[in-house]
Structure formats: structure tokens, C-alpha cells
């Protein structure tokens, strides 16, 4: 199966449905790293180090692997995901 990376864009809530081909269909088997950004507006791309800075998640989180299951039925997965310390 070929290679094919999610996302997803999490509500006010911080719900979110992952995304691979269409809004929500979800994620096709394999193993995931997981990256999880928290921006407030768009970075100023044209500054150095400006999607680093303007994340508000610790550049030190790291979410564990996420397994998709060939076959296997929808999953929920929970991230407790800190705030960076200003």
C-alpha cells in the first residue's frame, strides 16, 4: 500500500477526525509519528524559526506512534497535550 500522510484540524473542543484522501474518511493502515501544532493565526513564514515560535506546543512533545490496524474498526485516540510555558 502506498505511503500516505494524515490530517486533521481540531475544533474548539480539540475533537478532530483524521484525514487522508477526503474531510474525515480517516487514515489508512500503517504507523503514524504523530505532530501536533496549535497556532493562533497564520506564522509569518518570511521570520526564522516563526512556526516554532508561534506554537503554542512545547517544541519537547512528542506524541507516541499511532498503529492503524488493517481491518480494524474506527479508533479515538486522546493526546494530553501541554501548553508551552511563555
Known amino acids: 500500500m502506498p505511503r ?25 493502515p500503517g504507523h503514524y509519528e504523530v505532530l501536533i501544532s496549535c497556532f493562533d493565526g497564520v506564522p509569518d513564514a ?5 512556526f516554532r515560535d508561534a506554537n503554542f506546543v512545547p517544541a519537547a512533545y512528542k506524541p507516541e506512534r499511532l498503529i492503524i490496524e488493517a481491518g480494524a474498526d474506527p479508533i479515538e ?4 497535550v501541554p501548553l508551552k510555558k511563555k
Open 77 to 80: 485516540v486522546r493526546y494530553d
Open 46 to 50: 518570511s521570520k526564522p524559526n516563526a
Open 4 to 28: 500516505r500522510p494524515g490530517s486533521a484540524q481540531f475544533d474548539r473542543d480539540g475533537c478532530f477526525k483524521a484525514t487522508s484522501f477526503a474531510k474525515g474518511d480517516g487514515l489508512l
